[in-house]
């Protein structure tokens, strides 16, 4: 065998594990993989490489976004028009709740707690005016079209909807038992949140969004 | 595989933002598999993402935003390796493991397997990394990386199957894995 053949098949073998080989192509590998017990080793051993690599690296995708650069991307509308104006300060603390989002009370169109639901992803940490934090744990999508977060604040759990005029009002609120901060919330999985179970059948919420729905409903002023 | 594509006529750039905020995680897991260290990987997501809106102009609506993103990341990461190469400047990767991370608990929590992950990256010539990270991880398809490296697709196919017998090298025998490191 020469080196053009070894460097031919472990191309093929790449090709294979990406699934860039065509039907005719691909059925013949597999017998060339059927015939060689160590060349089948080496390709499990790629794949299962990949995968090791992969994980470990999408430990990046979970971890919230800096808020420099969740700013860059907010709309030139909400950073140009003073009334809706936020600052962003970031800080890095426990595992999970890392973000943290400081609203500054302005001549607002919104109150505070209706611009830190518009403007912070789950899992951040929003410091409202006074001190009040609250933390968006999930979003979804009530029956009847509206936007609805859960979201704790201190040992309470609530759930908001946004009207069309851009308020979030409480549809229910309760006493919530995981710490505010605990690496349990999640965008697609709220705490114990069990106290709000009638308003979430109540609404008819559908699923909670991915994180990714999630940051184009906040860069889009959810629908706006 | 995620992705999302501006549509043809409509696209603004608000959409085009959006598109960017959708991407943003895969960009960041991108940037810090082409840096292998979670600082510089942010450094580079936020600067990869100062140059896409301020050449937000040059977007071609149709396409793919992360595509065009990771491309832009892609050169700029060439670009200061290109720089750092020119000041003389290199930093170990067993210093590079222990500032990774922004929160030290993390860290130690992954620190044994990132470790061996950014081992093994580092230790790839950047094409192939570079390679490697858009297809194997970002599941982006040949003719994609070809387009976002500006290289033949055949090029593709082999400098990921050169990668991945690297890697296979590294994971198996970690000891064996070279000090000086390629970047």
């Known amino acids: 065998m020469t080196m053009s053949d070894v460097f031919g098949r472990e191309d093929r073998l790449s090709a294979w594990l990406d699934g860039a080989l065509d039907p005719a192509q691909a059925a013949a590998f597999d017998r060339d993989l059927a015939a060689d017990p160590e060349f089948a080793r080496q390709a499990a051993q790629w794949r299962a490489n990949d995968l090791r690599i992969a994980t470990a690296l999408s430990a990046a995708t979970e971890r919230p976004m800096p808020a420099a650069t969740l700013d860059l991307l907010a709309t030139p509308a909400a950073n140009d028009n003073p009334r809706r104006r936020v600052w962003f300060v970031a800080g890095l603390g426990a595992i999970a709740a890392t973000l943290v989002l400081v609203f500054v009370q302005r001549p607002v169109a919104q109150d505070p707690l209706s611009l830190a639901l518009d403007r912070t992803p789950s899992l951040a940490d929003a410091v409202l005016p006074g001190g009040r934090h609250i933390v968006p744990a999930l979003t979804a999508q009530a029956r009847d079209g509206r936007w609805c977060r859960e979201y704790r604040e201190g040992g309470a759990v609530a759930l908001a909807c946004r009207g069309g005029n851009g308020v979030w009002h409480d549809e229910a609120r309760g006493a919530g038992t995981a710490p505010e901060a605990s690496a349990e919330i999640a965008v697609a999985s709220g705490a114990d949140d069990a106290v709000l179970d009638p308003a979430f059948r109540r609404l008819g919420t559908g699923d909670a969004v991915d994180a990714a729905t999630e940051a184009r409903l906040i860069a889009g002023h959810w629908g706006k | ?183």
Request: net charge negative; aromatic share 4%.
């Open chain 2, 1 to 183: 595989m995620a992705g999302h594509v501006v549509g043809h006529g409509g696209a603004g750039a608000g959409d085009v933002r959006a598109d960017m905020l959708a991407a943003l995680p895969r960009l960041r897991r991108f940037c810090e598999g082409l840096c292998r260290k979670a600082g510089d990987g942010d450094e580079l997501m936020q600067a990869t993402v100062e140059r896409a809106l301020a050449r937000s102009h040059q977007f071609v609506p149709g396409t793919r935003v992360d595509s065009w993103l990771f491309r832009i990341a892609q050169n700029m990461f060439i670009d200061d390796r290109r720089r750092d190469r020119r000041r003389g400047t290199h930093v170990p990767v067993d210093e590079m493991i222990t500032l990774a991370g922004d929160d030290g608990r993390d860290v130690v929590e992954h620190r044994s397997e990132l470790a061996m992950v950014y081992r093994a990256l580092d230790q790839l010539p950047a094409d192939q990394r570079a390679a490697f990270l858009l297809v194997a991880v970002e599941g982006q398809s040949y003719r994609e990386a070809a387009e976002i490296l500006d290289i033949p697709q055949g090029t593709v196919m082999s400098r990921l199957a050169r990668a991945r017998a690297r890697i296979a090298t590294i994971l198996d025998a970690p000891d064996a894995i070279s000090d000086s490191g390629v970047q």
